[in-house]
């Protein structure tokens, strides 16, 4: 028992571990350690590494920092390569200008390399001291020694930038420089910085910089006299692809951005202005001459640094400039090259959208905006552009061809899209398409409808809803006819003569007040029968002959015989030539003819003038102005018998159709005026019923919303038709705020 008691009082004892006991060194260990070490960072300055024993180095090493004396080691390497670096500034500075970047790019090499050797000897220096002691490791305190005793040294440093600045200058001058040598020099920099590019920026990118702007600033002064446009675009293409090349070649991606911005703010942000005005070679001569690789090019540097708006400016005002000349020329709007020239205009800038602006969204815009504007200045636009498209649907037309057709009828929608009021194109659209109709003048009913189809869908069903009621008559009317001539028969009625009516609807067609017409006795008699079939089967209707929009085929004996296609109206005045008419004149003044047929001034006038003034002379007349083409009252007319045609059938059609007068546009004027009302009211109270109780402004910017696809509403019309609508009880002032309205159902 006392024998264990003595055991476990030994195991509950405490144990006392001895710390080890560093072996006492040599006195002269320190001193000859680092000897040895200065011979090995010599013999690696003089490259004669392969003899050093890099383990025993390396244990020296250890051993000096184990035993604390690691900032003694640290303080001697820096003395060693302070040292270094003084004998390679020596090294360098007596070098000639050719070779300094050599022998500079040599010594970074050389010390780069060692210092990675000497890295590897004291790499336990650099674990063990140099982080607890917050110094450089040993690689990077080389980098620190050499930038700045070596490439900051008064000596290198200013001889240095000169050099590369020279040298970048010669190579902007055309002149072949060494890529890879510069490219060693900027990497130099880049890890002098150490972990940023502080070294490679105030070193060698900032001066880089102010002499590059200096270079161009002085370049753009000397070329821009020199040059003409293109030229000193191309000269910027090139400067840019050349500064590409060289932050490519040698120097830093950073850099780009930063140069580039100079180059452009020395060649073409400061001079813009002066380039886009060049007389003979600037933006409008471009624009003039379609030279689309210049217009291009400088479409795509003026993108590049924002200017690209000054530059659709540009080309916006040119555009207005040229179209006000365009429309402000009578001879082209008489002789009726307008459209045709419009179209040509138009067609140009859409290639020089394209081919010059890469079909830009915003160009585009710019330019279809500047055609709106001052195709606009002209109220009678709408109706050239329908007079257009009359001419070209019409038969006889060159372009025959429907694929023509649809290429032309396709320009002229652009056109179309660009006019602000449509209802007065919609009106004149309307009476040019129901001559072609009546008159059987379309040149076929698939173009006809195409172009409708274009229109609904630009404008939608109610646009052209007239239109296409119009063509619904004309297959009722073959109907009517058919069941009309089968009635006669049934009857035993035999007419005088081939006679076609075609009902027309009035809400579709463009019908004016009956105008009067003696009528020949023949003619009145199958109308009278006409009226009394038709009002037998359609009671409640009314029937009104219009006269002024029928057409007839006369057999007529001139030279040879012949047969004559005119207008109902011309007929009237034709067959008062004849030998057994009632009057039998040879020769009837303008007044006698307009009392014998009791055709309106106007309307007589149009008939007479193809004629007696047009290709095909049935009558000759007798003017006190033989020159003038127009008809006169004191004007006396004769059947002209010595009329000769090689065709058999000859068609005297209207002169090609022409602009309406000043009466007669001041009458649709006063008619679209009085649709616009009602358009405007009608609007109105659709906003009102949907809404209720509506702000005045927000419900003028609403009802303009909804009408400007027909027309532009002026906002004092808008009013005015409001009080209408107030005055109507259709809507009323809300009595607790008098600047709303609220819809009275």
Request: aromatic share 8%; glycine share 2%; charged share 30%.
């Amino acid at each position: 028992k006392k024998r264990k008691k003595k055991m476990a009082k030994r195991a509950t004892g405490k144990i006392a571990i001895k710390p080890k006991i560093q072996p006492p060194i040599e006195s002269n260990f320190i001193e000859q350690t680092l000897k040895i070490l200065k011979n090995a960072f010599k013999e690696i300055f003089r490259k004669n590494a392969i003899a050093l024993s890099y383990e025993e180095l390396y244990r020296n090493t250890y051993n000096l920092v184990l035993h604390k004396n690691g900032e003694l080691l640290y303080n001697t390497l820096k003395s060693q390569l302070e040292k270094r670096m003084k004998s390679l500034v020596n090294r360098i500075k007596i070098e000639s200008d050719e070779n300094f970047l050599i022998e500079l790019v040599r010594c970074w090499e050389d010390h780069t390399t060692s210092m990675l050797m000497i890295r590897d000897i004291l790499m336990y220096m650099d674990r063990a001291y140099s982080p607890h002691n917050n110094v450089p490791s040993v690689y990077e305190l080389g980098l620190k020694l050499f930038r700045d005793s070596v490439a900051r040294s008064n000596l290198i440093k200013p001889r240095l930038r000169s050099r590369l600045l020279y040298l970048i200058e010669r190579e902007r001058a055309g002149e072949k420089i060494e890529i890879t040598l510069m490219k060693n020099i900027s990497q130099m920099f880049v890890e002098l910085s150490i972990n940023n590019k502080s070294v490679y920026e105030e070193d060698f990118e900032q001066p880089f910089l102010i002499a590059s702007t200096d270079f161009y600033r002085l370049e753009a002064q000397n070329f821009i006299v020199q040059s003409s446009c293109p030229d000193y675009l191309r000269k910027i293409e090139t400067r840019i692809r050349e500064e590409t090349n060289r932050i490519s070649n040698y120097m830093e991606s950073q850099t780009f951005s930063k140069i580039r911005e100079i180059v452009f703010q020395e060649l073409l942000i400061q001079h813009y202005q002066t380039l886009i005005e060049m007389e003979q070679s600037g933006c409008i001569a471009m624009l003039r001459d379609e030279k689309y690789d210049d217009l291009n090019r400088m479409f795509n540097l003026f993108r590049d640094v924002n200017l690209d708006k000054e530059l659709r400016n540009v080309v916006s005002n040119y555009i207005r400039k040229i179209g006000e000349a365009l429309i402000n020329d009578e001879e082209k709007i008489k002789d009726g090259s307008f459209i045709p020239l419009l179209l040509q205009m138009k067609e140009k800038f859409d290639i020089i959208l394209e081919k010059a602006f890469s079909n830009d969204k915003q160009f585009k815009q710019s330019i279809n905006q500047a055609f709106e504007a001052f195709i606009n200045l002209n109220p009678k636009s709408p109706e050239y552009i329908s007079l257009f498209i009359d001419e070209q649907l019409k038969k006889g037309q060159k372009t025959s061809s429907e694929q023509e057709i649809e290429q032309i009828l396709e320009k002229v929608m652009v056109l179309f899209r660009l006019i602000r009021e449509k209802d007065v194109f919609e009106r004149y659209y309307k009476q040019h398409l129901a001559k072609r109709l009546l008159l059987n003048r379309s040149v076929s009913d698939d173009a006809e409808r195409t172009m409708i189809a274009k229109l609904k869908t630009e404008c939608g069903y109610q646009f052209t809803s007239k239109l296409e009621g119009m063509f619904n008559d004309l297959r009722l009317s073959t109907m009517t006819m058919q069941q009309f001539n089968n009635n006669l028969k049934q009857r035993n009625i035999e007419l005088a003569l081939d006679f076609s009516v075609q009902v027309l609807t009035t809400g579709f067609w463009p019908t004016q007040p009956a105008a009067a017409c003696n009528l020949p006795q023949e003619i009145a008699t199958c109308c009278e029968y006409f009226k009394q079939y038709y009002m037998n089967i359609h009671s409640g209707r009314k029937l009104s002959w219009q006269t002024n929009m029928g057409f007839a085929e006369l057999k007529a004996q001139f030279v040879k015989k012949h047969e004559l296609v005119v207008s109902t109206q011309q007929m009237c005045i034709l067959l008062n030539f004849n030998p057994n008419a009632i009057h039998n004149n040879a020769i009837f003044t303008f007044r006698e003819l307009q009392e014998l047929t009791a055709i309106p001034v106007h309307e007589l006038k149009r008939s007479l003038l193809p004629l007696a003034c047009g290709k095909i002379k049935i009558l000759l007349r007798e003017t006190r102005d033989t020159t003038a083409r127009q008809i006169n009252e004191d004007d006396k007319f004769t059947i002209n018998n010595k009329f000769q045609s090689k065709m058999f059938k000859v068609k005297v059609t209207a002169m090609s159709s022409q602009a309406d007068s000043a009466p007669e546009r001041e009458e649709t004027r006063s008619r679209i005026d009085e649709d616009r009302k009602h358009q405007i009211e009608a609007a109105i109270v659709r906003i009102m019923k949907t809404q209720r109780r509506i702000d005045h402004n927000l419900l003028i910017s609403e009802a303009t919303k909804q009408l400007t696809s027909r027309f532009m509403p002026n906002p004092q019309l808008i009013k005015k038709r409001i009080e209408s609508l107030i005055e109507r009880e259709y809507m009323a002032r809300d009595p607790k705020d008098m600047k709303k309205y609220i819809y009275l159902p």
